[in-house]
């Protein structure tokens, strides 16, 4: 039997790389995978173990697959399973778009034995062939909705309204409706009505940065989360010393200070603008005034900025078990 399938995510490539590569956590997603062990995993190669159940005959098999992140992994059946699996292999490629959507193409071709395929055919066939779709699936619920930052937003046109004239300073936009236009593009309101986008907007403040400066200094409690609307944000430790270290970059879709906004701790690092920046800032305190008037709303903002520490979790969970592996399986030898 052979499946073929190809499909566009609106997902980067690394992430959705990440995510198939990551077999340990098929159990939780992938139909029919009742286990799942990691046996090695490399740069250029993972092993894995894995049991599917098929009309209640459980099918094991151990797979050696060569990789290259991020854009293609090949599946290879070895010996070690329980043999009821006579042929199994596949590939994944993965093609990257830009910076937040990628193509995928997936190839399967697979044999159940004689005896087992009188069985479990129809139910493997079935699976099969819904394989992709529960990535795909699985990449939405983990990563969230990622369409709206495909690329940097415009506010969109507005009516006319004479009466009320433009703004006048660079760096602040307090028009209401404005900020809506911005906000409704951004993962923040991906789950809000265009009421609840008014109405947040309304507690909300857009800001322009300059190349090099500041939104935020080490060491500050600050209360706001920020919504990287178009630009570059730095991560930064030890801001203009010396000993400045670059710890990461956020851009377009991403949120800033999510964690500090939470628990009001001290920002452990800088933030500050590697290019021209667009941000929205959001403080605590303005967001909970709100939960009297629309607690929904509150429920909504927080599962979004929920979900974005879910996907800073989930790729450190992966970058810690690529550290466990170099160092138990490879001895931290390079």
Excluded at 39 to 48: F, K, N, P
Excluded at 185 to 195: C, N, Q, R, Y
Excluded at 294 to 312: E, T
């Amino acid at each position: 039997m052979e499946v073929r399938r190809s499909v566009l995510v609106d997902h980067c490539a690394e992430w959705m790389f990440d995510l198939i590569e990551a077999a340990e956590h098929y159990p939780a997603f992938v139909p029919g995978c009742s286990a799942a062990e990691i046996l090695e995993r490399t740069d250029s190669v993972v092993a894995a173990r894995i049991t599917m159940r098929l009309a209640g005959i459980a099918v094991t098999m151990q797979t050696r697959n060569p990789k290259q992140r991020p854009t293609w992994m090949l599946i290879e059946m070895q010996p070690g399973g329980n043999g009821l699996m006579r042929r199994f292999r596949g590939e994944w490629r993965l093609t990257p778009l830009n910076a937040r959507a990628c193509r995928i193409d997936f190839t399967l071709t697979y044999e159940l034995d004689g005896a087992v395929a009188r069985v479990a055919q129809a139910a493997f066939d079935r699976l099969a062939d819904k394989l992709v779709d529960a990535f795909v699936q699985r990449a939405d619920r983990v990563l969230g909705d990622t369409t709206s930052s495909l690329a940097p937003a415009a506010p969109a046109p507005a009516a006319p309204a004479p009466q009320s004239p433009a703004p006048t300073d660079a760096t602040m936009t307090s028009s209401s409706a404005n900020l809506a236009d911005v906000l409704r593009s951004t993962k923040l309101a991906s789950e809000l009505s265009d009421a609840q986008v008014q109405t947040l907007a309304g507690v909300m403040e857009l800001k322009d940065l300059k190349e090099g400066e500041v939104l935020v200094r080490e060491g500050v409690a600050d209360e706001h989360l920020y919504v990287i609307v178009s630009g570059v944000l730095g991560v930064v430790k030890n801001a203009g010393a010396a000993e400045q270290v670059t710890m990461n970059t956020l851009s377009a879709g991403d949120l800033a200070g999510e964690l500090s906004w939470l628990d009001g701790a001290q920002r452990y690092a800088s933030l500050v603008a590697m290019a021209p920046t667009r941000v929205i800032g959001l403080e605590r305190a303005q967001l909970e005034s709100l939960v009297d008037k629309d607690a929904r709303l509150i429920y909504r903002v927080m599962r979004a900025i929920v979900r974005s520490v879910h996907q800073i979790q989930y790729r450190l969970s992966m970058q810690q078990s690529e550290l466990a592996n170099y160092i138990y399986k490879q001895h931290g030898k390079y």
